[in-house]
């Protein structure tokens, strides 16, 4: 990256991306470039600005044959965590914004989201599987606390007896412990906490505005002893730089309450690579040249590979050392077993004022 594209320090306090670099769509880039006056200038940190979303779907679907669900839902574009290895920074580039610092900043909510969920659960032709929520961007990111479209969403999936499963980083899923008990209780809920890292150092430049990785572990407790099956996801895991911690992550997992474990190895597809290059270079310039000579080998001498079957794993005696050490991690700490599927035989459309109803 030339020296125009960084953003400076002062005004990304808190981020993880350095720069906002226009994304693959664009014909024309945009660099910083010294005006050559010597005037001080205040530089405006940047906010994170939110903007509204009109949706007329809310039930994305997927056939990839790497992912255990086939339907899922994003209450948010766009993700405040910031975590600088997020796979989802590249559908930014699809709304116009940069998978860079737009990523973090330019947050777009889905207010109709349960209405419209509501709705398409009462399809007569909808069908109930797993409906999977934060596998894309985090469901419960700061901004969730002012809009609580998330709690909505489970309102009505708890009204429906509609199986859920989440994924999160952030602490304010304990908010929902009253739903996601009641439902975990009928066999309709399960939560996976990600812990990258149990160093905060490391984890406040990578994951700048995640909860740290002992608030994370709480959370795992919490939602334990409410009865809400949990598993500790130790993902990604990042050659040269988490891995050395897979043991231990998966042991302070069981520690705190979790039922089950899963991790999966790190990938860079599109604008994540250069992205994550540049943040190994600003915050680990030690490492750098090792961390990406380990991913490297695990994705067929490239930054990423994204062939169905491997593009979670990799390939390569390195990747294939990873994965046996996560498995005897989790059999030393009693995590081997998998979480229960979740129920669809409750599923059921709640009777609303007006509607007709069964005779029998």
Same mark, same amino acid.
């Given at each position: ?104 900043? %330019?947050?777009? /909510?889905?207010? =109709? @989201?349960? &209405?419209?969920?509501?709705?398409? !659960? *009462?399809? $007569? +032709? ?18 969730e606390r002012d809009r609580a479209i998330m ?99 998966? %042991?302070?997992? /069981?520690?705190? =309450? @979790?039922? &089950?474990?899963?991790?999966?190895? !790190? *990938?860079? $597809? +599109? ?90």
């Open positions: 990256m030339q020296q125009g594209d960084f953003i400076h320090r002062d005004q990304r306090r808190g981020r993880a991306a350095a720069s906002n670099r226009t994304n693959r769509f664009e014909s024309l880039t945009k660099t910083a470039i010294d005006d050559g006056w010597d005037i001080v200038e205040e530089l405006p940190v940047l906010r994170t600005e939110v903007r509204d979303e009109t949706i007329t779907r809310i039930i994305s679907r997927n056939s990839s044959p790497d992912l255990g669900f086939d339907r899922s839902i994003n209450p948010y574009r766009g993700c405040e965590h910031g975590c600088i290895y997020c796979f989802a920074r590249p559908s930014h580039a699809y709304l116009g914004l940069s998978p860079g610092l737009d990523f973090e900043t %330019q947050l777009i /909510a889905r207010p =109709g @989201a349960a &209405a419209r969920l509501e709705a398409e !659960l *009462r399809n $007569p +032709r909808y069908r109930p599987k797993l409906i999977a929520i934060g596998t894309n961007t985090d469901a419960y990111q700061p901004i709690r909505e969403i489970l309102e009505v999936l708890s009204s429906f007896r509609h199986p859920v499963g989440i994924v999160t980083k952030g602490a304010l899923i304990e908010r929902d412990i009253d739903i996601l008990a009641e439902m975990a209780s009928a066999g309709l809920a399960r939560v996976g906490v990600s812990v990258t890292t149990l160093d905060p150092r490391i984890a406040r430049v990578m994951e700048p505005r995640v909860p740290s990785p002992a608030r994370r572990l709480k959370v795992i407790e919490r939602l334990s002893r409410a009865g809400i099956p949990v598993r500790v996801m130790a993902s990604p895991i990042i050659p040269g730089l988490t891995d050395p911690e897979i043991e231990a992550i998966v %042991q302070a997992g /069981a520690d705190a =309450g @979790a039922t &089950a474990a899963s991790g999966i190895g !790190l *990938r860079l $597809p +599109r604008e994540v690579a250069p992205l994550f290059r540049d943040w190994l270079e600003e915050h680990f310039p030690m490492r750098a040249a090792r961390v990406m000579a380990r991913v490297r080998e695990m994705h067929g001498g490239k930054d990423y590979d994204p062939s169905f079957g491997t593009r979670l794993t990799g390939t390569g005696i390195y990747a294939q050392l990873l994965r046996d050490r996560f498995k005897r991690a989790a059999r030393a700490a009693g995590l081997a077993a998998d979480l229960a599927p979740l129920r669809c035989d409750l599923f059921t459309r709640p009777v609303r004022s007006g509607d007709q109803m069964s005779l029998f």
